[in-house]
């Protein structure tokens, strides 16, 4: 019975699909209707030094202990400082996207939301999958790199001392680690208790990862020597083209100011908390991480410093037996507080899309007594300990990036949309053509570098997207409604058109491999889309919508009679 009531639903899919995909919800409707749906409401105690903890702790501890050597050792030099400036301005002006975003719609639900209310359900669900696949992969990626850093703080010089080497499994994937799984264990059972605890924990740790930056940055320019910024090779000896290769990668690094979006339902004071939360901790990592990597660099040459757990070897190298440790100390605990971080916020993401009904309803859950979103919070601490046993770093470093630069770049274009169309009421064509030439141009420019085409058609792309720019601009009016809850990014639309056009120049220098993995993934949220998510809506927001609306009319009718039979009766 069951398998003939899904065949005959699978059978009515075009129009589900003509009926959802672009499907959008209000953000009135995301903050009542949908939140709903989740039973109790998560608890409001979260105040703006609780989230620029929870943005700086949930970027430190990634990207400086994790890519800062692989980097700087095959990928940019001695110059992945520069990489670092070059991802943070991108980062920076994504963050103020989404900052407009989350005053605006203080859910829960981050990037999905956004698109959601903009592009429509699809546009939404696609960017909110790869926002849980780019979180549950750097989660378990980043676990497993506590694991060699807390190797090196009890005086292990090997990375993989405290892993199990497993004969007949692939390359790869066979050193399995259970202090990564015990962590990920742990970090779940603290977020299932409570999110005002966990954020005071994050809080503690955050500061003491902050006074062992302070420490590695002074041993850096206090011990270090200039000339091991230009030997060998100078400063740059894979030149502009590693410093920007290298930048896609370390955009991994800033993965996290996001989750401080996904906080919005627990911050008192939303519209002036959010603001100061997200982009003030990104200023503040954006100057640890250049300073961070450019210490390393002065300690040792680039093409001496090793890849695995790279700060604390370092200093063994040099001879600094005690500074290894210590460093060992500082970075577990970094690492520690950007899991917990992440952890936090794709629960978050995980119970919102719930809430919509693209997967389970289960998911969407909050349990009355801690305001946490428990079932959601427990199936991912799952996912991620089985990823984290297996999987090694190198493996999904770029697929992660590329999830994240695909994610940032919808909601510039979202942003821009929102402004122009949706908010100054004019038609979505100019708009939309707009955004298209702004990604063709962008993408143009982009492969231009890449195969190293002349130097005309890298000025002739950018010229187009300035000029577009400008004469969009120009002849696009856009109509600003002063509101009391709201916060608007400034000189639109040039921070969201370079936001754009720097993300697609960092997808586009990532390798194949992750393009090939990518595709195999959206290939397969696609899918799932198809075959669940659309038919959960549709009976969600279509049917179900009917049956309300005809019991209400049913009630409104009843009372009528009811109404004039006691008119009758007096």
């Known amino acids: 019975m069951f398998l003939f009531t899904y065949l005959n639903s699978l059978s ?41 903890a929870l943005g700086v702790g949930g970027m430190l501890g990634v990207g400086v202990f994790v890519t800062t050597g692989p980097v700087a050792r095959k990928t940019s030099g001695p110059s992945v400082f520069i990489s670092y400036i070059i991802a943070a301005v991108s980062a920076l002006l994504s963050s103020l996207c989404y900052t407009e975003f989350s005053v605006d719609v203080p859910v829960a639900g981050g990037a999905f939301s956004y698109l959601r209310v903009t592009f429509g359900e699809f546009v939404g669900y696609f960017a909110g999958a790869n926002i849980l696949m780019e979180y549950v992969l750097s989660n378990a990626a980043v676990s497993r790199s506590f694991t060699e850093y807390l190797s090196c703080a009890f005086g292990r010089n090997d990375p993989n001392s405290w892993r199990i080497h497993v004969h007949g499994l692939m390359q790869g994937y066979n050193m399995l680690d259970f202090p990564a799984v015990a962590l990920i264990i742990v970090l779940t059972i603290c977020l299932c208790h409570s999110t005002k605890e966990s954020s005071m924990l994050n809080l503690i740790m955050t500061a003491f990862h902050v006074m062992f930056f302070g420490f590695i940055i002074i041993a850096g320019f206090c011990n270090g020597k200039v000339e091991n910024l230009v030997k060998p090779g100078g400063i740059a ?5 590693g410093i920007l290769d290298g930048a896609a990668i370390v955009y991994f690094s800033y993965i996290g100011y996001d989750t401080v979006s996904t906080m919005a339902e627990e911050i008192k004071n939303p519209s002036k908390t959010l603001p100061l939360g997200i982009v003030g901790s990104v200023f503040i990592v954006s100057a640890l991480y250049c300073l961070m990597a450019l210490s390393l660099c002065l300690l040792l040459p680039y093409n001496m410093i090793p890849e695995g757990a790279s700060f604390s070897a370092v200093f063994e190298l040099m001879g600094w037996k005690w500074a290894s440790n210590v460093v060992g100390v500082g970075a577990s605990l970094g690492i520690v507080a950007s899991l917990l971080v992440a952890m936090l916020g794709q629960a978050r993401y995980l119970c919102v899309i ?46 992660i990036s590329i999830g994240t630069l695909l994610v940032f770049y919808l909601v510039s274009n979202a942003l821009i949309f929102r402004r122009y169309v949706i908010l100054s009421k004019n038609p979505p064509l100019h708009t939309l053509l707009f ?37 969009f601009q120009y002849f696009v009016p856009m109509i600003i409604m002063e509101r009391q809850e709201s916060w608007l990014v400034p000189f639109m639309p040039w921070p969201a058109t370079i936001s754009i056009f720097l993300n697609v120049f960092l997808m586009t220098t990532l390798k194949m ?15 799932f889309y198809v075959l669940y998510g659309v038919h959960s809506t549709y009976h ?31």
């Not at 209000?26 to 030094?49: C, F, I």
């Not at 389970?360 to 990823?387: E, Y």
Request: overall charge positive; proline content about 3%.
């Open 435 to 471: 955004l298209f030439l702004l990604s063709s141009t962008s993408f143009a420019f982009s492969l231009s570098w890449k195969f190293k085409l002349h130097w005309w058609n890298l000025m002739l792309f950018a010229g187009l997207t300035f000029s577009a720019t400008i004469i």
């Open 513 to 527: 491999v992750a393009y090939k993995r990518f595709g195999i993934w959206a290939g397969v949220i696609t899918i």
């Open 354 to 399: 719930g809430r919509a009904r693209l997967v389970p309803s289960w998911f969407a859950k909050v349990h009355p007594t801690t305001g946490t979103p428990l079932n959601a919070t427990i199936v991912l601490g799952i996912c991620q300990a089985s990823i984290a046993l297996f999987t090694e770093l190198d493996i999904v470093i770029e697929m």
């Open 237 to 241: 000896p894979y030149g502009v083209r």
């Open 12 to 52: 009515k899919t075009p129009q589900k699909l003509k009926k959802r995909m672009l499907a959008t919800w209000t953000p009135d409707q995301e903050l009542n209707k949908v939140r709903l749906r989740s039973g109790a409401d998560m608890k409001r105690k979260l105040t703006w030094y609780d989230l620029v």
């Open 540 to 570: 969600a927001e279509e049917i179900l919508e009917m049956v309300v609306v005809d019991n209400v009319n049913a009630n409104s009718s009843t009372q009528q009679q009811i109404t004039k039979v006691d008119i009758q009766l007096v």
